[in-house]
């Protein structure tokens, strides 16, 4: 996800969390949670507040005097995910406290709620929209090139951008689903793959999505080892 938001925006620090779209996901997911729907369920919650999220930034970005400038939609996501946290502490002041401790705990990220159930269903929507990015490869390619670029290439650079921009938060919103707030890797994973080598936007969408999970993996090690019992 943070891969294709970096390309189709031309903007290295575009991620998920940066650009207010994992905020705006959270919200849906703990209003999901709140309201008792199936796990099944919980990403499609997430992902309509992603939805929600991105549709704010984008208007925000969209205003006629910036004409969808890259650097104030990264601004604007910002704001969107500062107003997406009050919105989660205000879910959360008008429950129990142990919901609460568990509501934390999610938002700072943590796989330790993970079950086999939540696995195959995270595997199932990870599929659909990674597979939906990878096929879209070649269009990120010529976005990022630029948008006079991209046209002469004859790509349809609006509708383009709005669907890896909507597949990407779809895809952001299915693991903040699963594993909460997981930020900075969608940032500093793509420079990594591209660090080592990766070139075109097919190889570095799969090297990140593998390479990813190696921080994610430690992370969670270090976690569940440093201060035992807690996490």
């Keep these: 996800s943070g891969a294709a938001l970096q390309g189709v925006l031309r903007n290295p620090l575009a991620e998920p969390y940066l650009l207010g779209v994992s905020g705006g996901a959270a919200v849906g997911a703990v209003i999901a949670v709140t309201a008792g729907l199936a796990f099944a369920l919980v990403p499609v919650a997430a992902f309509a507040g992603a939805v929600v999220a991105v549709a704010v930034a984008l208007f925000v970005a969209h205003a006629p005097r910036w004409r969808g400038d890259p650097r104030v939609l990264v601004m604007a996501g910002v704001v969107v995910g500062a107003f997406a946290n009050a919105a989660i502490m205000v879910l959360m002041a008008r429950t129990d406290a142990s919901t609460v401790r568990n509501?934390?705990?999610w938002m700072m990220g943590s796989a330790?709620?993970?079950?086999?159930?939540?696995?195959?269903?995270?595997?199932a929507y990870i599929a659909v929209g990674g597979g939906l990015l990878i096929a879209m490869a070649r269009t990120l390619d010529?976005?990022?090139?630029?948008?006079?670029?991209?046209?002469g290439l004859g790509v349809d650079v609006e509708r383009a951008a709005r669907r890896v921009y909507l597949t990407a938060s779809f895809v952001a919103a299915s693991t903040v689903s699963a594993?909460?707030?997981?930020?900075?890797?969608?940032?500093?994973?793509?420079?990594?793959?591209?660090?080592?080598?990766?070139?075109?936007?097919r190889v570095v969408l799969v090297a990140s999505a593998l390479i990813g999970a190696i921080p994610v993996i430690a992370a969670d090690l270090v976690a569940r080892v440093a201060m035992p019992p807690a996490e």
């Design 179 to 201: 594993a909460g707030l997981v930020g900075f890797v969608g940032l500093v994973v793509p420079h990594i793959v591209r660090r080592i080598g990766a070139s075109g936007h």
């Design 142 to 151: 010529a976005l990022a090139l630029g948008e006079d670029s991209a046209a």
């Design 112 to 123: 330790a709620n993970a079950t086999w159930t939540q696995d195959a269903w995270l595997a």
């Design 103 to 105: 509501a934390v705990w």
